[in-house]
């Protein structure tokens, strides 16, 4: 019966993403207690919530950076509770870091192909990619696609701040995501890469949905069709964003805070 | 399930310490001995490897002690143990005090440490490849300049007189057919330091869980961040930890010079020594030193005993065995 | 492990340019230079140089660029190389021919020889397996540690290594009608072997192996978070660098004639990490560099030391010191110092070529 269960889940009908009772302790510190998600592929979603709310931690036990305490894990109905990173990886999850984690001793373009390599085949080859090599040529359109072109054989030690941010982006965008975390890709970035951001983000395919860390209600309310409010680990509040904005408790919580 | 598995374990651990009781209390049986030797010649092996068990620990806890707060990995720890020895040997030859070589070999040793510290670790914090890559350097330089100073004979440090003989330890050697118990026999001088070095393990982990200075050291070994926060002089205290660890390393010479020798090499045969014991035993942990230690020295001895050839390869298979299910090592944090 | 010298990216020989005659002209002059001197020094130096000072360079150049091809492009400073080529070598004397005939079993070359390079290769995963478990300065002290246990092991066991003995009585086969231990012949060998491994160190450098290896040097987790098995990307370097390490620790024993536990002591493991450190990790080409400065100092040290009055027996004083002056004045080695004088030559010529 079980068995039914699950080999229907396993099928297309699956959530992109499933949390059940994700808890993490650091010590004695409970960093997510009891979270329970579920995300439709597809569906973008905002994460909301003050600092030390839990919501890197979030991202972490998803792409395996660290395991959860207790709790599973579901990606289009694969239990990848206990997967390394990298399986997850390749399985279509992506994710973005908060600070940002390059390859400082390479080139841009080369940061790209690396990620693009990364999730298709011959990531041991020993051999050069020849010339019309796809991998390399979709890591040269993915540097066009984040505005990096001008700085595509640069050394990423000593990219500006803001485009470090969007070499962030493009790492997440190789391959063929199907279910993409960004924490906080707008933080520290101007206005006018603010708006390239969001212009980024409503760009890509309709299939390909996402969870997003952001503080600035105006680039996350824009982007997301959906809200969760995390505090304190714990799930606070889920809705759609006008909900979540006009909720008294949220204002109070979040948005009274000095935020947005 | 894990519960059960932890049942087992202790019932184990258990058994394996009967039935070690056993074979050194008990006198052992005549079909015994005849299958694994006399029980004097394991009994001696067994004491020779705990207290060489401690000389490893006095030299394995100074360097997982820096490496503990600072994250200094200090590949000179070896020729600071055979500066404190060649010093040591020195003092005993223009004083005749045993006493008097440990503490000049403690300060010039701690001494050393802190120009260490001063010169070169404080300046590429870090920067842990090029301190390691600069204490390599050293060790180089420090092994030429004492073998031009004291050349590559052999040294061995006078125990004092008092220390010198055998006394009976209340442990069965064996039974003489007449029914008469002959007991162990074991040098003074090596309980004398095996005992010293328990004191001072003791003394260490007393003042690391009790005073307020451990728990600023600890504090450095779990957070460097909340370190600076409490300890208002970092710099300081690093100071001071890493003129005490190399202390030990000194205080260490004297007790090898003294029960084994003094010669060139022997700098790297106790760094490697000091590697050895803190990945077996766990990075930065004094506890996880005195085991690795004891496991070590126990493994060397027995080993040398009953498997001469193979005395290396049994220390080195602990080693791989411990990398390879354990590799935060037995008491360190994964 | 921050700290490492990075390896610049070879000014992407662009990859449009892959045609014969953009290649050969990608070629910097001074190679061109350089190789006609390799390879018509037989014309001008004697065997001594050839084989003593030339040959030696490129063995100790191999076993260092094995070290750089880990430490630089990968971020591990193994100092289980030297060790490594000298179970090759232990291995090609125990299958091949020596004069202890109780435990050579006498296989021709060709056998011997792929059996030696193949163990040494699978030692090398297995130091790879056990030092990659932990991360950062560790490799240095775990690969310290096996090291120095084979030293001691090889210097206690009789039935395979011969104890303290070694083997002697090694020598480079005859083969396809050449005697590969005449010196110009041997000088070839170790000529033609210490360029293919540069060659290929420099090419794999920009191939999806290795600069998957530099992405895990510059942050691990995050090459795990683009898709890639860190662990089982830095085992395989690890199997890479021993096969170099093996090749030229057989050239090392043909070249003695003999190996024994010294070849693998604790001063030759800290040597190889002087080489590759004095030369450089930045660039493939500084383990020869540094390997070629050793070989001269070991060679004629002894004599200008005596000439000037001092103990010949300084000579790990005067490396010591060297090699000190060196990690403190310019941490990435000779290569670093001649990419700075570079730099401050052309002063922003290129952007990304001029690196630190
Ligand atoms: N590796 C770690 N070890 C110990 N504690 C951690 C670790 N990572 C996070 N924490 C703790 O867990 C809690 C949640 O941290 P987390 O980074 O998930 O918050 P966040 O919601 O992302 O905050 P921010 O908005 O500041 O990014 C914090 O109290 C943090 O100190
Ligand atoms: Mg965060």
């Given at each position: 019966?079980?068995?039914?269960?699950?080999?229907?889940?396993?099928?297309?009908?699956?959530?992109?993403?499933?949390?059940?009772?994700?808890?993490?302790?650091?010590?004695?510190?409970?960093?997510?207690?009891?979270?329970?998600?579920?995300?439709?592929?597809?569906e973008?979603?905002?994460?909301l919530?003050?600092?030390?709310?839990?919501?890197?931690t979030?991202?972490?036990?998803?792409?395996g950076?660290f395991?959860?305490?207790?709790?599973?894990?579901?990606?289009?109905?694969?239990?990848?509770?206990?997967?390394?990173?990298?399986?997850?990886?390749?399985r279509?999850?992506?994710?973005?870091?908060?600070?940002s984690?390059?390859?400082?001793?390479?080139?841009?373009?080369?940061?790209?192909?690396?990620?693009?390599?990364g999730?298709?085949?011959?990531?041991?080859?020993?051999?050069?990619?020849?010339?019309?090599?796809?991998?390399r040529?979709?890591?040269?359109?993915?540097?066009?696609?984040?505005?990096?072109?001008?700085?595509?054989?640069?050394?990423v030690g000593?990219?500006?701040?803001?485009?470090?941010?969007?070499?962030?982006?493009?790492?997440?965008?190789?391959?063929?995501?199907?279910?993409?975390?960004?924490?906080e890709p707008?933080?520290?970035?101007?206005?006018?890469?603010?708006?390239?951001?969001?212009?980024?983000?409503?760009?890509?395919?309709?299939?390909?949905?996402?969870?997003?860390?952001?503080?600035?209600?105006?680039?996350?309310?824009?982007?997301?069709?959906?809200?969760?409010?995390m505090?304190?680990g714990?799930?606070?509040?889920?809705?759609?964003?006008?909900?979540?904005?006009?909720?008294?408790?949220?204002q109070?919580?979040?948005?009274?805070?000095?935020?947005? | 399930?894990?519960?059960s598995?932890?049942?087992?374990?202790i019932?184990?651990?258990?058994?394996?310490?009967?039935?070690?009781?056993?074979?050194?209390?008990?006198?052992?049986?005549?079909?015994?001995?005849a299958?694994?030797?006399?029980?004097?010649?394991?009994?001696?092996?067994?004491?020779?490897?705990?207290?060489?068990?401690?000389?490893?620990?006095?030299?394995?806890?100074?360097?997982?002690?820096?490496?503990?707060?600072?994250?200094?990995v200090?590949?000179?720890?070896?020729?600071?143990?055979?500066?404190?020895?060649?010093?040591?040997?020195?003092?005993?030859?223009?004083?005749?005090?045993?006493?008097?070589?440990?503490?000049?070999?403690?300060?010039?040793?701690?001494?050393?440490?802190?120009?260490?510290?001063?010169?070169?670790?404080?300046?590429?914090?870090?920067?842990?490849?090029?301190?390691?890559?600069?204490?390599?350097?050293?060790?180089?330089?420090?092994?030429?300049?004492?073998?031009?100073?004291?050349?590559?004979?052999?040294?061995?440090?006078?125990?004092?007189?008092?220390?010198?003989?055998?006394?009976?330890?209340?442990?069965?050697?064996?039974?003489?057919?007449n029914?008469?118990?002959?007991w162990?026999?074991?040098?003074?001088?090596?309980?004398?330091?095996?005992?010293?070095?328990?004191?001072l393990g003791?003394?260490?982990?007393?003042?690391?869980?009790?005073?307020?200075l451990?728990?600023?050291?600890?504090?450095?070994?779990?957070?460097?961040?909340?370190?600076?926060?409490?300890?208002?002089?970092?710099?300081i205290?690093?100071?001071?930890?890493?003129?005490?660890?190399?202390g030990?390393?000194?205080?260490?010479?004297?007790?090898?010079?003294?029960?084994?020798?003094?010669?060139?090499?022997?700098?790297?045969?106790?760094?490697?020594?000091?590697?050895?014991?803190?990945?077996?035993?766990?990075?930065?942990?004094?506890?996880?030193?005195?085991?690795?230690?004891?496991?070590?020295?126990?493994?060397?001895?027995?080993?040398?005993?009953?498997?001469?050839?193979?005395?290396?390869?049994?220390?080195?298979?602990?080693?791989?065995?411990?990398?390879?299910?354990?590799p935060?090592?037995l008491?360190?944090?994964? | 492990?921050?700290?490492?010298?990075?390896?610049?990216?070879?000014?992407?020989?662009?990859?449009?340019?892959?045609?014969?005659?953009?290649?050969l002209?990608?070629?910097?002059?001074?190679?061109?230079?350089?190789?006609?001197?390799l390879?018509?020094?037989?014309?001008m130096?004697?065997?001594?140089?050839?084989?003593?000072?030339?040959?030696?360079?490129?063995?100790?150049?191999?076993?260092?660029?094995s070290?750089?091809?880990?430490?630089?492009?990968?971020?591990?400073?193994?100092?289980?190389?030297?060790?490594?080529?000298?179970?090759?070598?232990?291995?090609?004397?125990?299958?091949?021919?020596?004069?202890?005939?109780?435990?050579?079993?006498?296989?021709?070359?060709?056998?011997?020889?792929?059996?030696a390079?193949?163990?040494?290769?699978?030692?090398?995963?297995?130091?790879?397996?056990?030092?990659?478990?932990?991360?950062?300065?560790?490799?240095?002290m775990?690969?310290?540690?096996i090291?120095?246990?084979?030293?001691?092991?090889?210097?206690?066991?009789y039935?395979?290594?011969?104890?303290?003995?070694?083997?002697?009585?090694?020598?480079?086969?005859?083969?396809?009608?050449?005697d590969?231990?005449?010196?110009?012949?041997?000088?070839?060998?170790?000529?033609?072997?210490?360029?293919?491994?540069?060659?290929?160190?420099?090419?794999v450098?920009?191939?999806?192996?290795?600069?998957?290896?530099?992405?895990?040097?510059?942050?691990?987790?995050?090459?795990?978070?683009?898709?890639?098995?860190?662990?089982?990307?830095?085992?395989?370097?690890?199997?890479?660098a021993?096969?170099?390490?093996?090749?030229?620790?057989?050239?090392?024993?043909?070249?003695?004639?003999?190996?024994?536990?010294?070849?693998?002591?604790?001063?030759?493991?800290?040597?190889?990490?002087?080489?590759?450190?004095?030369g450089?990790?930045?660039?493939?080409?500084?383990?020869?560099?540094?390997?070629?400065?050793?070989?001269?100092?070991?060679?004629?040290?002894?004599?200008?030391?005596?000439?000037?009055?001092?103990?010949?027996?300084?000579?790990?004083?005067?490396?010591?010191?060297?090699?000190l002056?060196?990690?403190?004045?310019?941490?990435?080695?000779?290569?670093?110092?001649?990419?700075?004088w570079?730099?401050?030559?052309?002063?922003?010529?290129?952007?990304?070529?001029?690196?630190?």
């Amino acid at each position: 019966m079980s068995s039914v269960a699950e080999r229907l889940s396993a099928t297309g009908t699956a959530n992109a993403l499933e949390l059940r009772g994700i808890t993490r302790l650091f010590g004695a510190l409970a960093a997510l207690t009891d979270v329970t998600i579920s995300v439709r592929p597809g569906e973008r979603r905002a994460v909301l919530g003050s600092n030390g709310a839990g919501k890197t931690t979030l991202f972490n036990c998803i792409t395996g950076d660290f395991l959860p305490t207790s709790g599973t894990i579901r990606f289009f109905g694969e239990d990848i509770t206990s997967f390394p990173p990298h399986e997850r990886i390749r399985r279509g999850l992506r994710r973005t870091y908060q600070i940002s984690l390059l390859f400082k001793g390479l080139t841009v373009v080369d940061n790209v192909y690396l990620a693009c390599r990364g999730v298709s085949r011959g990531r041991f080859s020993l051999l050069r990619p020849r010339r019309g090599d796809a991998i390399r040529a979709a890591a040269e359109s993915l540097v066009e696609a984040v505005h990096l072109t001008g700085v595509r054989d640069r050394l990423v030690g000593e990219l500006a701040y803001g485009q470090q941010r969007q070499l962030e982006i493009a790492l997440a965008l190789a391959g063929a995501p199907r279910f993409v975390l960004f924490d906080e890709p707008a933080a520290g970035l101007s206005p006018t890469e603010r708006s390239e951001l969001v212009e980024i983000l409503t760009a890509l395919p309709r299939h390909i949905g996402y969870v997003i860390i952001e503080h600035d209600m105006d680039v996350a309310l824009r982007v997301v069709e959906s809200v969760t409010m995390m505090h304190n680990g714990r799930i606070f509040k889920e809705g759609a964003p006008q909900e979540i904005e006009d909720d008294p408790e949220v204002q109070d919580l979040y948005l009274g805070g000095g935020h947005g | 399930m894990s519960r059960s598995l932890a049942g087992w374990r202790i019932a184990l651990v258990a058994l394996a310490v009967v039935l070690f009781a056993w074979l050194v209390l008990a006198p052992w049986p005549q079909g015994f001995e005849a299958v694994f030797g006399r029980k004097k010649v394991f009994l001696n092996a067994v004491l020779n490897g705990i207290t060489l068990g401690g000389l490893y620990f006095l030299v394995a806890s100074g360097f997982t002690l820096i490496f503990g707060l600072m994250r200094n990995v200090n590949l000179a720890h070896g020729s600071l143990y055979l500066v404190g020895g060649y010093v040591a040997y020195e003092t005993v030859e223009a004083t005749g005090s045993w006493l008097l070589s440990f503490v000049a070999a403690f300060l010039v040793t701690a001494f050393l440490g802190l120009l260490l510290q001063w010169f070169i670790f404080r300046r590429m914090e870090g920067q842990d490849l090029r301190q390691t890559l600069v204490t390599i350097g050293i060790s180089i330089v420090a092994a030429d300049v004492m073998l031009w100073l004291w050349g590559g004979g052999f040294y061995q440090i006078a125990a004092p007189a008092a220390l010198g003989g055998a006394t009976q330890l209340p442990l069965i050697s064996s039974v003489k057919s007449n029914g008469d118990t002959v007991w162990l026999t074991y040098p003074i001088v090596r309980l004398v330091i095996f005992a010293a070095s328990v004191v001072l393990g003791v003394a260490m982990w007393l003042v690391l869980n009790r005073t307020r200075l451990g728990m600023m050291v600890r504090a450095g070994v779990d957070d460097r961040d909340m370190l600076s926060a409490i300890a208002v002089r970092v710099p300081i205290l690093f100071m001071l930890v890493f003129a005490f660890g190399a202390g030990l390393a000194g205080v260490a010479g004297v007790v090898g010079g003294t029960f084994q020798s003094l010669a060139p090499g022997e700098d790297s045969r106790f760094l490697l020594v000091s590697l050895i014991v803190v990945i077996v035993g766990g990075m930065g942990s004094i506890p996880g030193a005195a085991l690795g230690a004891l496991i070590i020295g126990l493994a060397e001895q027995l080993g040398s005993v009953y498997a001469p050839t193979y005395a290396v390869a049994l220390t080195f298979l602990i080693m791989v065995a411990v990398l390879a299910f354990r590799p935060q090592g037995l008491m360190g944090r994964a | 492990m921050t700290d490492i010298p990075v390896p610049a990216p070879a000014a992407a020989a662009a990859p449009s340019a892959s045609g014969l005659p953009a290649w050969l002209s990608a070629v910097h002059p001074a190679w061109w230079i350089l190789g006609f001197l390799l390879l018509f020094m037989p014309a001008m130096a004697g065997d001594f140089v050839l084989v003593q000072i030339f040959g030696w360079s490129f063995i100790l150049g191999m076993i260092a660029l094995s070290l750089m091809f880990l430490g630089g492009y990968g971020g591990m400073v193994s100092l289980a190389q030297m060790t490594i080529a000298a179970l090759a070598g232990y291995m090609a004397a125990v299958f091949g021919t020596s004069s202890v005939a109780e435990i050579s079993l006498g296989l021709p070359w060709w056998i011997a020889v792929p059996i030696a390079l193949s163990i040494a290769t699978l030692f090398g995963v297995v130091v790879g397996a056990l030092a990659v478990r932990t991360a950062g300065i560790y490799t240095i002290m775990i690969t310290l540690a096996i090291s120095a246990a084979f030293f001691y092991f090889a210097l206690q066991n009789y039935e395979i290594f011969n104890g303290q003995r070694g083997f002697n009585g090694i020598r480079a086969p005859v083969a396809f009608g050449v005697d590969w231990r005449a010196p110009v012949p041997f000088y070839y060998l170790t000529l033609a072997l210490a360029a293919a491994s540069y060659l290929f160190v420099v090419y794999v450098g920009r191939a999806p192996f290795g600069l998957a290896l530099q992405g895990i040097r510059d942050n691990a987790r995050r090459m795990a978070a683009i898709g890639y098995n860190v662990t089982a990307h830095r085992i395989a370097a690890y199997a890479v660098a021993s096969f170099i390490a093996g090749v030229a620790g057989i050239l090392l024993t043909w070249q003695n004639g003999q190996i024994s536990p010294g070849t693998a002591g604790i001063p030759a493991v800290i040597d190889i990490l002087v080489i590759a450190v004095v030369g450089g990790l930045g660039h493939p080409i500084g383990p020869f560099l540094g390997a070629l400065l050793y070989a001269l100092l070991r060679t004629f040290a002894l004599d200008v030391f005596s000439a000037f009055g001092f103990e010949s027996t300084r000579f790990n004083l005067l490396v010591g010191v060297a090699f000190l002056v060196v990690v403190l004045a310019s941490p990435d080695g000779l290569v670093g110092l001649w990419r700075r004088w570079r730099d401050r030559r052309r002063p922003a010529a290129k952007p990304s070529g001029g690196h630190r």
